[in-house]
C-alpha cells in the first residue's frame, strides 16, 4: 500500500537509492521486517539521545527506542566511553571476562528471584533457552502461552502470536495457530494457547493436559495482546496451579523489566520460577538473559555429571554488551525508573487531553515507561478485543506516517510509546500536540467507519 504521505524531504532520494541497492542483495531490501515502511525503509546516519537523524538529513523524535531497547535514548556518553575502552581489550573470548561476572552480581542483586542466571545473545534466545530449561528441569515436553503475545521466533514461543479472526477458534479452546508456514505438526501440538487473564478458562486448559505441561509461560504486560498487565489473581492461579502438577511458571520480562526496579515480578504476589531477560538489560547491545531459581537453573551446570542441557553461544556474555549492559543497568536504578514512569504517566494524561481535544474513541493501555493507543473507545481486555481490523490498522498507519512525515516523530506501529530516559517534557509537549493533529486527521475516516467498539 502506498503512504498516504510521500516522503516531503527534497533529498529524500536518498534513502530511495540505498533501498533500490537493497533490493537487489537483502530479501525485500531489509534484514528486519519491522522497519519497513512504504514506499521503502529511511535509513538512520545518526542519532543522539532522543533524536535521530536519518540519510536525507531528517532529525525525529523517537518514542520507540529500537522496540524497547534503548533505555537511555541512543549513543549514551558514558556506555560509549565504557564500550569504546572494552573495545580496545577485545569484543569476544573463549573465555570468560570478569564484566560478565559483576554483570550477573548487579542483576541478581535487583530481584531475589534471580538466584543464577546466564547470558545468551537476544529475547528470542533467552525465551527458547528458558523453555528448554523448564523441560529439561520437569522432563516434560508442553508449554502454554497466551494467544496473541509475542516471545519471539522460537517455533513453539511464536504459536498463536499472529491468530486472527478466521483461525484462533473457540476462546474454550483457541487453535495452535502457526507463524510461519511448514511449522510442524508436533510443534502445534506441544502448545496449549491461553486466553491472557480468564482464569477459569486457563485452569481449564491446563487440566486438560496437565501431566504434560513443562512450563507456563507470561509475558505480565505483553504488547501484542493489547500491553495491559496480567492480574495478580491470574498470575496467583496459574502459580498454584504449576505447584499441583510439577510445572514451572515462567516469565517474559524481555520487554517489561524496565516497568520497576526489578521488573514487572515485583507488582505480583507469586513469583516466577525463572524469567526471560533481554533488550534494555543490553545496554543498545544484543543480549539475552535467563535467571531464577538455582535448583532449576542447575541444568545448565558442566559441573553436573548428567548434564540436562548442554548450552552455549560464541556471543554469550560477549564483554561488549555486558559492558554496555552494566552501565546501562546501573544508570536505571531506583530513582531513574519513578522519574521515566512519572514523564510516562504525564505524556498519557496530555494524549488522553488529546483525544478528548479530538473527541474520537480512543483508549490507552500500557504500565510505566510504556503505553498503547487503541482506537476504541473502551480500552480492551482481551487479545481479541485489541485484534485490529483491517480496517483500524489502515487508520493506525496513516497516523503513524503522518507522525513520521509531518511531525517528525517515530512511535512503534502498533502506536506504542516505549519511553527513555532522555526524554524530556518538552518532548512529551511536542508527542501530544502532534497526536492532537494526528487524531484531527484522521478522524473523517474514524467517523465514515464509525468506529465505537
Ligand atoms: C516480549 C518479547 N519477548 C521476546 C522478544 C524477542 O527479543 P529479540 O528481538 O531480542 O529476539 C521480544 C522482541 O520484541 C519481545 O517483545
Redesign the pocket.
Known sequence: MKSQFPNQNQNGETSKVIYDRAVKVLTGGVSRNTIFRNPHPYYAASANGSYIKDIDGIERLDFANN???LIHGHSHPTIINAVTSQLQKGTAFTMGSEVEVSFAELLTSRSPEFEKIRFM???????MTMIKISRAFTGKPKIAKAEG?????YDY?EMSQTANPDNWGEIDKPNAVPVVQGTPQGVMDDVIIYPFNDIERTINLLDQNADQIACVLI?PI???VGLFPATNEFVKAIYNWTRKHNALMVF?????YRVNYSGAQKSYTAKPDLT?L??IIGGGF???AVAGKSEIMQVLDPRQTFLRHPHSGTFSANPISTTAGRIAMEMYDEQAVLNLNALTKIARKQIEESIKIADIPVSITGVGSMFRLHFKEKAPTSYREAYQTKETKEIINDLIDYLFFEENIIMINTCSCMFATTLTQKNVDRLSEALLNGFNLVKPKIEQLNLTL
Do not use: C, L
Open positions: 522496540m524497547a531497547s545473545n537476544s529475547g528470542t534466545e533467552a525465551v503475545a509475542y516471545h519471539g521466533t514461543a509475558d505483553p504488547h501484542r517474559d520480562e524481555v520487554v517489561t526471560a533481554g533488550k544484543a543480549i539475552g
